[in-house]
């Protein structure tokens, strides 16, 4: 378990990167570092690539429309699948010489590590940035970075709480609460694990008493705390977020316990038609540019040593950043899930 | 007496010869011809349906991705069965898919069968119109239909419910419980039941009808002992394929079941599927128990079809009776009011709601009618993305060639198996009964495994999902239109031979005509279950052929409840215009009140 406290000093770097990050996009293509004009030249000739994420189409779409204003001359072909399922689809199209896929993008670690194989030597320019403890393969980037945070029906909820533990008391149930269920991937795994290792042994316990609604995955829960099916929920910030930016009735914060993180697994594959495309587009994510984007418009966070923005309402003095130790993420996985499930009383 | 000239006889008995000859070499050929038709409707159902399956059972006897990891190391093993058999929620997810589906049926018959009758046997006003509502809830997807009945009836949040309360009533519907999962089952595959018997009795000869009532027998009676016995084929098949069906949907289970804790088989081979890791075998082994218990359903509905003769369409021309309702005419038309209310107009309401409104959080009835909560947001959003119009196109290319390769491919294997002699017929009707009982999400993996090492580059084509739709949904199109076929009767083909036609010039002049409306039919259903199918599309979609279903579903995994509704609105009405067009192309035959042999 590792407790990444952000630091005052990596605060004040960050505020005034921050300052400066709405300048980011004006700045010219050459100024930023995203792989010289030779790989820009290459991908144009390219003209497009193709690419899998695990991540949701809207989410994608706005991402590539702000790299397509920087790179307007590559097109990019996205297929999305839910976690497993792109697994399949990426394991069995290897293996028949198939794989179309020009990049990678994959929300747990632990399902891309084994497949480390499959795709070529790639840093992004700016990869001494990046916080090395995050990294499972040299071949495999934390394009994306998300938080677990709390969430709330504004128009419902008067006596909102204000911590995980605030979770377990008994005034915010019977189904009050929506949960998303442990073995719905990556990211919720790792909020179990921040929930056992941080929050106590009996948390879910506790938590599980209130008995809350369980839901297959985020997305659902968040349309049903805006809807008001469920008043309060644990949820992906970036969820609620552009749902709180568009206006709905939902409030969010970071608990003061900790604020569990995932990183996501991208790389481009050795298979790639279109190679330049697809490390100028990775390039790109994983540049200052990229990231703030990702973090102002999408309320990501961020794997870089020091954010050079950060989500409204994140306090960097009183945010305590946790991620799990990966050795433990993939060690522990099977048995504490099969606990949950007991716990929750959810089937499998 | 006549002298015996051995010359002549010599000559005849040469002749003789060399037509027995010919006749022989004719015979021989015929027979060669039945042999190669069969084999070649086999060879074609071994590609599209035994070689998927068969990958299907190597996938639940191991533990192992056969494209993956080759076929020479398998360990075969029948734990994932034992692990299933044993496992009490799969027990629970069984009982809860045989109640839901079992109730769901038993009112998609009540309701199907109902308004068939008043379409084409009574004197109902408006019945063009009301013809047209019965078949609407089979354009809109399933997910579109939860989430339309979810807007409605949730019992915290649900419309119908704000309602309720604005007017001081205490009773909440829950459409998130067994009940409400069989309601929307019911109402919605309705309309497979509706048009098989609809068929029927339009195509029904009213002599037995006239026999019981000269005979003394009220209306009433006549309808329960002589109409609904003589389409028992079209009933039977109509329950079966609802029922089936219905086995094998996912999307209003994952919406109404899951806040209720009603799991059923289907949401607990998706939850295999996307968890972390995904369990394929676990899930092969539940789809095939699926399978055995579907097989079974298929086995009874054929001995029960196959005791009787339900041969009611012969050389003869008739007319369908119509019953005179006097006053009862306005409670028929009063129930297909409701109908169209419960089925179309509120679920449309809910979902036109949704796609408009920026928020679907409805504090109380007034905040329902506050208009500035509504925007186009959510189409400008839809039409932002350039995957839509894509998706679009590829749905109705896909959908199109299904429709007539599968159209034509399942005539073809319905005329042999109902028509013909020919030996391997049965086993032909029974390789492509197999794919009814295969759940979608679960066959998906099954044609990737089959197809993705194949030469030729079918694999990120649009014909992979075509071929996967043709197979997946040739039971249906088959048994659409076997109900057609089987109401012919032999004379009229025996007229044409009699004639001197041959058998493809009696299949193109008699055999089609009188089936046309069967034809078109089948064929518009293939197009609709094409263009709504998901399961098997996840896995064979690419970048260049992403289909409509796909992406609604990342809409709505994405939790974009606003979005999703505008994308179903725009493809229910792309739906209703293409049926709408089907519709006055087949206009002729479908209204016809004829009997179709006159």
Known sequence: MTDFRISRRQFATGAA????????????????????????????????????????????????????????????????????????????????????????????????????????????PNAAAYREDVL?????????????????????????????????????????????????????WTRVMFERQVLGEDYHKKQAATQPVLYPSGAPLSDALVRGEVSIAPLLYNICYVKKRDG???????????????????????????????????????????????????????????????????DPKAVKVWAPDFQQYVALQKQWIEEWNKTYGYRQ | MATFDSAAFAEHGAAWATTRDTGERAARLRAAGRWLWSAGLMLILAFLVLYPVAMLLLGALTNT????????????????????????????ALANSLIACGGGTALAVLIGLTFSWVVVRTDTPCKRFIAAASLIPLFVPPLVAAVAWAILASPKTGLLNSVLAGIGFNWRLNV?????????????????????????????????????????????????????????????????????????????????????????????????????PPLYSTAAAVALILMVVTGLLVWLQQIVVSRRSYTTVAGKAFRPAVLRLGRWRYFTLGLAVAYLLIVVVLPTLALIVAAFRKFMFIRNLQSLFDTRQYSLIHFERLFDNPLVLRSIVNTMEVGLITALVGGVLAFAIGYTVNRTRLSGRRTIDVISTLPVAIPGLVVGVAYLWAWIGLPGGLYGTIWILALAFIARFMPDTVKALSTSLMQIHRELEEAAWICGRGLLATIRTVVLPLVRPGVIAAMTLLFILAIRELGSSLFLYTSNTMVMAVLLLDYYEGGNIGITAAFSLVQTVLLAVLIGLAHWLSRGGTNSGVGQAG
């Open chain 2, 176 to 276: 998130y419980s067994m009940a409400g999962l069989i309601a929307i089952f019911g109402i919605y595959y309705a309309p497979y039941v509706y048009m098989f018997t609809a068929a029927a009795l339009r195509n029904m000869d009213p002599a037995l009808e006239e026999a019981a009532e000269i005979s003394g027998a009220s209306a009433f009676k006549t309808l329960i002992t002589v109409t609904f016995p003589l389409i028992a084929p079209a009933i039977i098949s109509g329950m079966l394929l609802s029922f089936i069906v219905m086995l094998g949907i996912y999307g209003i289970p994952a919406v109404l079941g899951t806040p209720g804790d009603v799991p059923v088989l289907t949401t607990y081979i998706f939850k295999l599927t996307a968890w972390t």
């Open chain 1, 136 to 188: 499972i393969s040299k071949k495999l980037w934390p394009r994306i970075t998300v938080g677990w945070a709390i969430a709330y029906n504004a128009e419902l909820v008067k006596n909102p709480p204000k911590s995980w533990m605030d979770l377990t008391k008994p005034e915010y149930g019977p189904k009050l609460i929506g949960q998303v269920i442990a073995p719905s991937g990556g990211t919720t």
């Open chain 1, 248 to 314: 709905a009735p939902v409030e969010i914060f970071f608990p003061p316990e900790g604020v569990p993180v995932n990183f996501f697994a991208s790389g481009v594959t050795k298979t790639a038609a279109n190679p330049n495309a697809g490390r100028l587009w990775l390039n790109w994510c994983m540049s200052d540019e990229g990231q703030a984007f990702m973090i102002k418009e999408q309320g990501n966070l961020t794997a870089l040593k020091t954010p050079p923005v950060y989500p409204p309402g994140w």
């Open chain 1, 17 to 124: 990167a921050g300052g400066a990050a709405a300048a980011l996009g004006l700045k010219p293509a050459e100024a930023q570092n995203f792989g010289g004009a030779e790989l820009i030249e290459a991908a144009k000739k390219e003209g497009k690539l193709i690419y899998y994420t695990a991540n949701f189409t809207e989410v994608e779409q706005e991402t590539i429309r702000a790299f397509n204003k920087r790179f307007p001359f590559v097109r990019i072909e996205l297929v999305r699948a839910p976690g497993g399922q792109l697994i399949t689809r990426v394991r069995t199209e290897a293996a028949a010489g198939k794989l179309t896929a020009d990049v990678i993008d994959h929300s747990d670690r632990a399902l891309m590590q084994p497949l480390e194989d499959l795709f070529q030597d790639y840093a992004p």
């Open chain 2, 65 to 92: 991705n056969p494209v993956v990891d080759g076929f020479g190391v398998f360990d075969l093993s029948p734990a994932n069965f034992v692990t299933v058999l044993s496992n009490p929620n799969v027990h629970l």
